[in-house]
T-cell receptor, first 115, second 112 residues
Framework: DTGVSQDPRHKITKRGQNVTFRCDPISEHNRLYWYRQTLGQGPEFLTYFQNEAQLEKSRLLSDRFSAERPKGSFSTLEIQRTEQGDSAMYLC?????????????FGPGTRLLVL | AQTVTQSQPEMSVQEAETVTLSCTYDTSENNYYLFWYKQPPSRQMILVIRQEAYKQQNATENRFSVNFQKAAKSFSLKISDSQLGDTAMYFCAFFYGQNFVFGPGTRLSVLP
């Protein structure tokens, strides 16, 4: 079990560029979550998947954000036309759907800086 | 909507002493889960302890224990025998259905 991994760990981009982040969950976990965390704050929910289905999206997820989990394994989060306000840590977490396993396991995050 | 409040933005404690971090939440649900997560500086978030709302017994994990007061909607974390490695941001989180809601966090510094 290698845990949840995210790539890249850091990304610096210029305003207006597109960026894509990847998350690889724990292999047997069928639920995958994306969060955004700004400095000194707790994670804010963005969206989650059960297998390949995206079941819920936060109002924080504007039209410039899109997430996919095409085969029910890894997931990608794309931000188009980045803005300075998108600068944050983007966290991925996964968990099993089985009862008694509500615990989420987090990846190390991707820190995005938009210049 | 559920909300989670952590009223202590920062706290400090001497090594080997005990510290309690506060968390309150607001919900109309009856069956839910509560968590404390720890996020060390520049490191990933890890689970410290979890509590099922239907259990009256307070959860404990080694030096970490909670005081769960369901009626008061309070869920505090006690760290005994604090260690330097406990220095981190601590987030209280509420889970119901499919939604996790996190508090703003408490920055804990353990002083030598």
């Amino acid at each position: 079990d290698t845990g949840v991994s995210q790539d890249p760990r850091h990304k610096i981009t210029k305003r207006g560029q597109n960026v894509t982040f990847r998350c690889d969950p724990i292999s047997e976990h069928n639920r995958l979550y994306w969060y955004r965390q700004t400095l000194g704050q707790g994670p804010e929910f963005l969206t989650y998947f059960q297998n390949e289905a995206q079941l819920e999206k936060s109002r924080l997820l504007s039209d410039r954000f899109s997430a996919e989990r095409p085969k029910g394994s890894f997931s990608t989060l794309e931000i188009q036309r980045t803005e300075q306000g998108d600068s944050a840590m983007y966290l991925c977490a996964s968990r099993s759907i089985d009862r008694g396993t509500e615990t989420q396991y987090f990846g190390p995050g991707t820190r995005l800086l938009v210049l | 909507a559920q909300t989670v409040t952590q009223s202590q933005p920062e706290m400090s404690v001497q090594e080997a002493e005990t510290v309690t971090l506060s968390c309150t939440y607001d919900t109309s649900e009856n069956n839910y889960y509560l968590f404390w997560y720890k996020q060390p500086p520049s490191r990933q978030m890890i689970l410290v302890i979890r509590q099922e709302a239907y259990k009256q017994q307070n959860a404990t994990e080694n030096r970490f224990s909670v005081n769960f007061q369901k009626a008061a909607k309070s869920f505090s974390l006690k760290i005994s025998d604090s260690q330097l490695g406990d220095t981190a941001m601590y987030f209280c989180a509420f889970f119901y259905g499919q939604n996790f809601v996190f508090g703003p966090g408490t920055r804990l510094s353990v002083l030598p």
